[in-house]
């Protein structure tokens, strides 16, 4: 979920296709507590592109990124997006 700048203020945990119910929110300080020590972790952001653009209006329904995170560091993780091509890198 996005704020109106576009920034996540909640997560949705993994969960597999068995669990059945709403999954729980958790805030992002909630998901880097909960993680606290673990040192690297696999992170994944869906982009639901076809929601944004209409799903007849796009060659890309979902977007999906998946990056490594280390702890102790921060991250931004554009996402340039058009109809057609998206790109997304590290940025500062």
Known sequence: MTDDDGRVTAWLPYLSEDVAG???????????????????SRWTLRFDTGAYFGEENTFFPEVTVTFRVEEGQTYHVPLLLSPYSYTSYRGS
């Open 22 to 40: 709403e999954p729980p929110l958790q805030t992002l300080v909630e998901v880097l507590e909960d993680r606290k020590g673990q040192g690297s």
